[in-house]
């Protein structure tokens, strides 16, 4: 090759590389922080013959459908991706695959809707740790099984300002009267004559998977009535379902006092809020 093809080949060569199903991104187009991507759907070719405008083109198919154009500061696109979507010279690979497909997934639903005065980084992670927090979840399952994980449970609210007593009650459906704990807590300000005490009684449920089965909720009622409680709580290790939470919300409304739950990734939540010291000992 002589000097100029030298020249082109080191300049385009890249083209020889780009793949089925690859995504093509033009940064700043079509204008300052706004990009172009497409799907392809052919591989490189070169039009041989001359055509109308005499330049010989170099081709490469795209889905039509597929452009999409985009802010690459949206919140859509997740931090990674929009920092690898700054101009850094003629051509480079963006790499991290997955997280760009997700990106372009939420932007076409419009997936991601930041809270008031959260940063992008924020947001992602607090996304993100819901993996690690689901499996704190599941090891809290595995190591408290039966009534051992009413303790935990009692452990927990131990700790948690204005409580006063948490009472672990009988061993089971009939002797706890539909209360696995009874937990006596102050409300009301924290000023002498406007302090009061309350009950709350909780059902603790060790469940793996969906929690779909509402007996508990009926167990929730009758340890209210029982001992005159001012609220219930179900707490569980299942994950929530729209059965469980109608169930509570029916609940609620049946008797007019608040019923609240704690399942799945919350759970893992509370323990690491009360009992982190005693859990991440290391740290």
Sequence with gaps: MN???????????FLLNVSIDDWIVHINVPSYGKCTAVKVI??????????????????????SKSVIEFNRNDYNVLPIVSRKLKLRGRYWR???KDDFIQSLNNL???KEAPEKHETHGLHYLKKDIDVPLHAITKLIHKHHPGKNLEKFIANIFKQIPNV???KEN???????HGADLIVKYQSGLPII????????IIQVKSYSGRHEETKAVKQIKTGIEEFDADSGMLITTGDKTTELEE???NLSNEIEKPIALIAGIDVAKLAIKYLGQEILLDI
């Design 3 to 13: 000097e100029r093809e030298r020249e082109c080949w080191k300049k385009s060569r």
């Design 42 to 63: 052919k591989e490189y070719s070169f039009e041989k013959k001359n055509n109308k405008t005499n330049d010989f083109r170099h081709l490469i198919g795209v889905d």
């Design 94 to 96: 963006i790499k991290c």
């Design 108 to 110: 076409i639903h419009e």
């Design 164 to 166: 006063l007593d948490v």
């Design 170 to 176: 009988g061993s089971g459906w009939g002797t706890d």
């Design 193 to 200: 004559g406007l302090e009061k005490e309350e009950t709350l």
């Design 247 to 249: 169930s509570i919300e």
